[in-house]
């Protein structure tokens, strides 16, 4: 069974960093791209940043691009965004998703659990 | 980047009913559009890969059409398990992935 188990989230103060984990298990982790996807309290999805499998490819919405960086582990099978100077407006439920296939699909067939993090002084 | 523009906003149906949700594309995005459902509290969940594909362990009562700009979910007969928002999501041309603003699925 695929389990991504999330970590990290919380309260900090804008212009702080922060750090989220996501633990892959019940699958060949390093053999798939993932990717982050945010959501606002109350409102919709917004696509974060993606990685392949073997970190060559990277993408970032416009709205982190500078600011947030993702990462990932094969080791360790673990996937994370380092989020810096961080706003208000990031404030949300972080997703780590699970790309379909061993391409990078942006298809997500397994997501974590979700992660609060909430930007306020 | 492609705008994803879902109708309607809510939509409320009874158990049984059949329900159409409808994504537009501001550009052809080709096959490749996603639907998700996510229920309060939980992490959405693929229902529909490029169009009309069904993802594991998906019931056959939803089914998605179209192609271009124009797309379809239909849930053929509601059950009540399937009230939810339901969003879809275009992999044509990105980054950015999108998202459509999502349909709200209510019993009415």
Same mark, same amino acid.
């Given at each position: 069974e695929v389990q991504l188990v999330q970590s990290g989230g919380g309260l900090v103060q804008p212009g702080r960093s922060l750090r989220l984990s996501c633990a892959a298990s019940?699958?060949?982790?390093?053999?798939y791209a993932m990717h982050w996807v945010r959501q606002a309290p109350g409102k919709g999805l917004e696509w974060v940043s993606g990685i392949s499998w073997n970190s060559g490819r990277i993408a970032y919405a416009d709205s982190v691009k500078g600011r947030f960086t993702i990462s990932r582990d094969n080791a360790k099978n673990s996937l994370y965004l380092q989020m810096n100077? @961080?706003?208000?407006?990031?404030?949300a439920f972080y997703y780590c998703g699970k790309d379909f296939?061993? @391409?990078?699909?942006?298809?997500?067939d397994n997501w974590g659990q979700g992660t609060l993090v909430t930007v306020s002084s | 980047e492609v705008v994803l523009t879902q109708s309607p906003a809510t939509l409320s149906l009874s158990p049984g009913e059949r329900a159409t949700l409808s994504c537009r594309a501001s550009q052809n995005v080709g096959p490749y559009l996603v639907w998700y459902q996510q229920k309060p509290g939980q992490a959405p969940r693929l229902l529909?890969?490029?169009?009309?594909n069904r993802a594991t362990?998906?019931?056959?009562r939803f089914s998605g059409s179209g192609s271009g700009t124009d797309f379809t979910l239909t849930i053929s007969s509601l059950e009540p398990e399937d009230f939810a928002v339901y969003y879809c999501q275009q992999?044509?041309?990105?980054?950015?992935?999108t998202f459509g603003q999502g349909t709200r699925l209510e019993i009415k």
């Open positions: 019940g699958f060949t982790f390093d053999a100077s @961080l706003r208000p407006e990031d404030t296939q061993n @391409l990078v699909t942006a298809i997500f | 529909i890969y490029d169009t009309s362990g998906i019931p056959a992999r044509s041309n990105w980054p950015p992935i």
